[in-house]
């Protein structure tokens, strides 16, 4: 794990250091690095955050073009109604990556810093054509995607250069685009494969244009070319788009792994992009986006960032209302436990796969496991044993605590600590949740006795009882 911990508060200091320490590794979210810092993948021992530099954070048109900072988060994506309405693909991949706690810090500039070929919206950004903006102290330079990537996690990135934006062209009118995934589970599912289609119609419905992008079946995203060009001048009738998917398998050359074996990969491609231009066909591409997606985030008023160009051994807090200090050696999980003495939060597998560990981070359901703790300068910080001062029942509970007695959702009880966070944030951000909202929230969170039944009952029993309770 790292060792030295620098937070500089402007992108000239940070590229700085990253200039005067070749082996750091800029930090964003997170959700990648520390899982790769845990495997001793690309290993270092010195992490430049960049979260305090606040102006790298937004999404914006700007005139045809996306603009996308390297702080955006994929909620911030999925929250950005420029994003759904005319790069629709991209807002569906943010959608399907991990879960809401991981969405609420991950990253789309370190989920193609990642540069893994199973990454989500590294397909659907190559058939939107996306742009990378590339800066070191030297300069700036710009980069097609398409071009970024040399291999299995490697790309064009040089020594002392960040990721500051992501552009990419609108949808403009006759296009129309979509973005499947095939995954071993709802949530927290790397994919088996995945594609994006961008489809450009003439005002016959025939084909000008067409973009078929496929993940998890090569090194790295791959076009389906063979089908593109079958496509070109003709209609999506449910036999063009049959033998589109059959061209596209065709092309492919994936390989066995533990998520399924090469053949499987080739009969799921030619599935999922027929499937795609299907829809694509019907109109029906936006059909299952929900109206009000779950993101587990409320709004929190921004403290002035804190930083320094100097390594940073600790960091202060706010936890529970108290000032506590942080090595920032320590992950905030293992922080909350060791230096703050507080072991409700409970780990589970150390990688963001179980959610035992989600707390709330200014606002924010987290998993603490996945954040490094000189991450949570001045931030403040909710853990299970904060939460019934959030909002009190008669018997010193918070309502939903009070929800999973009476439910009955409680077994062995370790996971109860993270599932109790992720329900009582969603009941924070949605207080009348629907069943699909309840799954989506705790999709995130597992727990290995039982059924979630139970668990979805008593959040929507606290979110009735909250409102049948007399407001003072």
């Not at 402007?10 to 082996?23: E, G, R, S």
Request: a negative charge; charged letters at 20%.
């Amino acid at each position: 794990m790292w060792q030295h911990f620098y937070r500089p508060i402007t992108l000239a200091a940070a590229l700085d250091l990253l200039q005067a320490h070749p082996t750091a590794r800029p930090l964003a979210g997170g959700t990648d690095l520390v899982v790769e810092q845990e495997r001793g993948v690309r290993p270092t021992d010195i992490l430049i955050d960049l979260s305090a530099l606040h102006e790298l954070r937004y999404v914006r048109r700007e005139g045809a073009s996306l603009a996308i900072g390297a702080l955006a988060t994929h909620n911030d994506l999925i929250a950005s109604a420029d994003c759904v309405a005319a790069a629709f693909p991209l807002a569906q991949a943010c959608l399907e990556i991990g879960a809401p706690p991981i969405r609420t810090r991950a990253t789309l500039a370190g989920n193609l810093i990642t540069a893994s070929p199973a990454n989500d919206t590294i397909t659907p950004l190559l058939a939107l054509d996306a742009e990378l903006v590339l800066v070191a102290a030297g300069g700036e330079r710009r980069l097609p995607l398409r071009e970024f990537y040399l291999g299995v996690r490697r790309t064009a990135l040089q020594p002392g250069e960040l990721l500051r934006e992501i552009r990419l062209p609108l949808l403009e009118t006759g296009q129309r685009g979509i973005f499947c995934k095939l995954g071993l589970r709802r949530a927290q599912a790397i994919a088996v494969v995945n594609t994006a289609v961008v489809i450009t119609t003439n005002a016959d419905d025939r084909l000008r244009d067409v973009r078929i992008t496929l993940g998890c079946v090569a090194p790295t995203i791959i076009r389906a070319a063979e089908a593109e060009q079958f496509l070109a001048g003709r209609t999506l009738t449910s036999d063009n788009c049959a033998e589109a998917g059959r061209l596209a398998a065709a092309a492919v050359s994936p390989i066995d792994d533990v998520r399924g074996s090469a053949a499987y990969r080739r009969a799921a491609v030619a599935a999922i992009v027929s499937d795609a231009l299907n829809r694509l066909a019907a109109g029906s591409e936006r059909a299952a986006w929900p109206q009000h997606p779950v993101l587990l985030e409320t709004a929190h008023t921004a403290e002035p960032p804190q930083g320094s160009d100097q390594a940073l051994p600790t960091v202060g807090a706010v936890v529970n209302g108290e000032t506590v200090r942080f090595h920032t050696q320590h992950t905030l999980l293992d922080a909350l436990r060791e230096d703050a003495g507080l072991t409700g939060t409970k780990e589970g597998c150390a990688e963001g796969e179980c959610g035992a560990c989600t707390v709330w981070m200014d606002g924010k359901a987290v998993m603490a496991c996945l954040v490094p703790a000189g991450q949570a300068a001045g931030a403040q910080i909710t853990t299970i044993e904060g939460l019934a001062a959030q909002d009190t029942t008669e018997a010193g509970l918070h309502p939903l605590q009070a929800a999973f007695i009476a439910n009955g959702a409680v077994q062995c009880g370790y996971c109860i600590p993270g599932m109790l966070m992720a329900g009582a944030q969603l009941l924070a951000e949605h207080p009348q949740p629907d069943l699909d909202q309840v799954r989506a929230a705790l999709g995130g969170n597992i727990c290995r006795c039982t059924g979630y039944r139970k668990i979805f009952d008593a959040v929507l029993a606290a979110a009735q009882q909250s409102s049948s309770t007399p407001q003072e």
